[in-house]
């Protein structure tokens, strides 16, 4: 399945938006005085006429979207995760959320993998804000392929969706034979009984890469790519759960909030098994380059597999 | 304007403001102070303004108003009733539980409630994307969206001020009511927003100044701001927080209170009294 391939998921978005704009006339791009970074630049040079830039106001970019789903758009507004699901929460909570409103919001550079900008902009708090919107779906695309997919996923749900796409290259792990994705299901990328990795976004190729370094010690690791964060798939994480006896969540996440806590409240209530978390341990970031930042906060394969070993050890 | 249009307008609005000491004096909580400045001029837009039909609320080329200053849902939803979009008798559910009022607008249970608002400083970007929508869509549409003039001190408001003269809405009209005060005394004392129209014109948008409780001004500004191209309009409404009832203007405390049940009756015959005098006019 992995590829040699690289390409950031904010790239996909852009890419995405063009190839449904060409369908659909009732989408409208907005943007925060970052369509450069967000990649809805992309589509603002095939259709200048649907792009609207709000300036650098983040609460006026949701509240505008808010205004334009209830004249039969389907509005996507993009700006870093930070100030998406951070400075405009409360818009998003009062004003697309609690009257359920069709916009999109699709937030660039999430998560720790921002690098050099540093904590200011890393931000690893927007799974555990957007879920608990009622009524919200999160959704965090692993790849190229998986990212346009969810874009085209959002478009066909009628309803507020969160989508974060990243900002660095990450490998291609799907392939042709990518059977499409569905809001609130997982996909089981990699059989094994011995432990489940249940991973999303860029984790998930650390996870499939931390299932071959257990599999040279004899151990066979299930890989669960999660990019329906919320509504979570509840089966494929319980099977996982009643087959391989332990789990260990993978997202460049805080620890709290996140896939993590969802996996640990719905384990715990439904099928008691030992969980480890990994993903950012409740710190803020700091500049440097993203490869190196993920290394340093544990965010690898390296650690993923440590980690599962630990559990399986039962240290 | 007609007198006798005039004359419908006045017993009208003496009729909505029953409902909103009605609405509150059942939730025993709720905001008579600022639904009663705002009655009039939401009297004005629903009967005398707005293209909108009861038995087809959410028919594409209906104009829409955008209650920024949710808090005073009473009054828009004792016109909406006075207009035909539900019975008068359910402003008695006003914040009951089950009831479609809810304390603040729900645009999903209550027909006529175009957006759902409460948190302030959120409706004029809310009704700019309308506004944006509508020229988009090529509908004649026209929005409008009542802030109150406390409201006006939270920074998204000139955000969407801004996108709104960028955009070149002509189409939307912003209007703040100026009662003066805000839950924690006048607006002058607590973060003042003056000069609000001085303000209002440096960020793009065409201003005007009128009495909001005198229906002839009403109709002059809002005939001069559809007359106006190319940018939005905001007309600033002098209002008396508590207008209609003696003991509730110009009091600060009658912001965020119900009346008990001896006020009640006193505000409901000051009313019935205003009733009767209009109706003979």
Not at chain 1, 268 to 290: I, K, L, Q, T
Request: net charge negative; with cysteine; proline share 4%.
């Amino acid at each position: 399945m992995a590829g040699t391939n690289k390409i950031a998921t904010r790239e996909s978005y852009g890419n995405a938006l063009v190839e449904l704009a060409a369908e659909h006339d009732d989408i409208i791009v907005l943007d925060a005085d970052l369509a450069g970074a967000t990649k809805t630049g992309i589509f603002r040079k095939a259709y200048p006429d649907r792009h609207f830039n709000c300036g650098i106001a983040e609460a006026d970019l949701i509240d505008v979207s808010a205004g334009l789903s209830t004249m039969g758009f389907v509005p996507f507004c993009s700006t870093f995760a930070m100030f998406a699901a951070g400075r405009a929460f409360e818009q998003v909570r009062n004003t697309l959320g609690y009257p359920h409103l069709n916009v999109k919001v699709c937030a660039t550079h999430g998560g720790i993998s921002v690098g050099e900008d540093g904590a200011s902009h890393q931000c690893c708090e927007d799974f555990a804000l957007m879920r608990s919107i009622p009524g919200m779906v999160v959704l965090c695309p692993s790849d190229d392929i998986e990212a346009r997919a969810a874009v085209k996923a959002a478009y066909e749900y009628s309803g507020p969706v969160y989508i974060r796409f990243g900002r660095s290259a990450v490998p291609v792990i799907h392939d042709s034979s990518y059977a499409g994705f569905t809001i609130g299901k997982a996909e089981m990328l990699r059989e094994g009984s011995d432990a489940a990795l249940i991973a999303t976004g860029l984790m998930t190729a650390e996870a499939l890469a931390a299932a071959d370094m257990l599999e040279a010690r004899g151990i066979h690791a299930r890989v669960i790519n999660v990019c329906s964060i919320k509504p979570l798939d509840e089966e494929i994480v319980l099977a996982a759960a009643g087959e391989c006896g332990r789990i260990v969540t993978c997202e460049e996440h805080s620890v709290i909030g996140g896939l993590g806590d969802a996996v640990c409240a719905l384990v715990s209530e439904r099928c008691p098994v030992p969980v480890r978390r990994v993903g950012v341990n409740d710190v803020f970031g700091h500049s440097g380059p993203a490869a190196n930042l993920l290394r340093e906060f544990g965010l690898s394969a390296e650690n993923i597999a440590k980690t599962a070993m630990e559990l399986i050890q039962g240290n | 304007m007609t007198p006798e249009e005039k004359k419908n307008l006045r017993v009208t609005a003496c009729r909505v403001r029953q409902g909103i000491i009605e609405g509150t004096f059942r939730a025993k909580s709720g905001h008579p102070g600022g639904s009663l400045s705002a009655a009039d001029v939401i009297t004005y837009l629903y009967f005398s303004r707005m293209r909108v039909d009861p038995s087809d609320p959410d028919r594409a080329d209906r104009d829409r108003f955008v209650l920024s200053k949710g808090h005073a849902a009473p009054a828009l939803y004792s016109v909406l009733a006075q207009r035909g979009f539900f019975p008068v008798e359910e402003l008695k559910t006003l914040r009951h539980i089950g009831s479609r009022l809810q304390g603040h607008p729900n645009m999903n249970l209550t027909p006529g409630v175009d957006m759902s608002t409460g948190s302030l400083g959120q409706g004029v970007s809310a009704a700019a994307g309308m506004a944006l929508g509508a020229k988009l869509k090529g509908l004649d549409s026209r929005v409008y969206t009542l802030l109150g003039d406390g409201e006006i001190q939270e920074g998204q408001v000139w955000e969407a001020m801004m996108f709104s003269a960028h955009y070149k809405l002509d189409n939307l009209v912003v209007l703040v009511d100026n009662n003066g005060l805000q839950i924690d005394g006048a607006v002058s004392d607590v973060m003042s927003p003056y000069p609000i129209d001085e303000k209002l014109a440096a960020f793009g948008l065409f201003v005007q100044t009128v009495d909001g409780h005198d229906f002839d001004e009403l109709e002059r500004a809002f005939d001069r701001a559809e007359a106006e191209k190319g940018r939005p309009s905001a007309i600033v409404l002098k209002t008396v927080k508590g207008r209609g009832v003696s003991y509730m203007e110009n009091q600060v405390g009658w912001h965020g209170k119900a009346p008990n049940e001896e006020e009640y009756h006193q505000a409901m015959d000051e009313l019935a009294e205003a009733l009767a005098r209009e109706e003979v006019r």
